[in-house]
């Protein structure tokens, strides 16, 4: 998606341009206007729902959706890492690739949308980028706590010894893949794999729920 040819040009370079590059003008103002826009537009999608969902239950999905790993993902798929106007210690300490400064240019970009366009071509771009998120949230896919409902699952069934270890590592550093063994009381019950510690954490969590922590090989 070329996102240039919807956003007056000033605007767009603003959107793009992080503090750390020294000019007056940057996309932090951009950023706050652009959280606010989005939240919107999803809060009006959610309570359009033809599922009815409830308060509490909006909430949850519009947090999952907003939160900035979400928000990262989604700066991705446009490039807006590298397309990103950085100072050089940003740039060379990884910030291409960092979650919040990705988060963040897509707010900004967002609210640039917004400015030049209107709400309506904002919302039909917001919901394009997002929708599967939205589908997947909805379904109740999205946002879960995997490592928090293993660890609730297990300390009922009396298990206390859980650990997460790092097996491997791979990348530069500001562009890394982990490797993650999840072990149960000595024993490796399911390994993950993601672009943070967290991540990795996380999906193996994820993949022991799955297999229902019954005994067995180690699920991959």
């Known amino acids: 998606m070329d996102i240039s040819k919807i956003i007056d040009p000033d605007l767009y370079r603003e959107a793009l341009t992080h503090s750390s590059t020294g000019e007056e003008v940057h996309n932090e103002r951009l950023e706050f206007?652009?959280?606010s826009v989005l939240s919107m537009i999803i809060s009006q999608w959610l309570y359009t729902h033809p599922g009815v969902l409830s308060e509490g239950r909006m909430s949850q999905?519009?947090?999952?959706?907003?939160?900035?790993e979400s928000l990262a993902l989604m700066a991705e798929k446009l490039d807006l890492g590298d397309k990103a106007l950085l100072g050089k210690g940003e740039d060379r300490?990884?910030?291409?690739?960092?979650p919040s400064l990705l988060a963040d240019t897509l707010e900004a970009v967002i609210a640039a949308i917004y400015l030049s366009a209107g709400l309506e071509k904002t919302r039909s771009f917001v919901l394009d980028l997002f929708a599967d998120h939205l589908d997947q949230a909805c379904a109740g896919h999205l946002g879960r706590d995997y490592k928090t409902e293993l660890q609730e699952i297990l300390q009922g069934a009396g298990v206390e010894e859980v650990a997460y270890a790092v097996t491997r590592e791979a990348g530069p550093p500001h562009d890394k893949t982990f490797?993650?063994?999840?072990m149960v009381e000595g024993k490796a019950l399911a390994w993950g794999k993601g672009k943070t510690k967290k991540q990795a954490e996380q999906e193996a969590a994820r993949k022991a729920l799955a297999n229902r922590l019954?005994?067995?090989?180690?699920?991959?």
């Open 33 to 35: 206007l652009g959280d």
């Open 61 to 68: 999905i519009r947090a999952a959706l907003v939160r900035e």
């Open 93 to 98: 300490s990884g910030g291409r690739r960092r």
């Open 179 to 182: 490797w993650v063994e999840l």
């Open 214 to 220: 019954s005994p067995g090989p180690v699920v991959k």
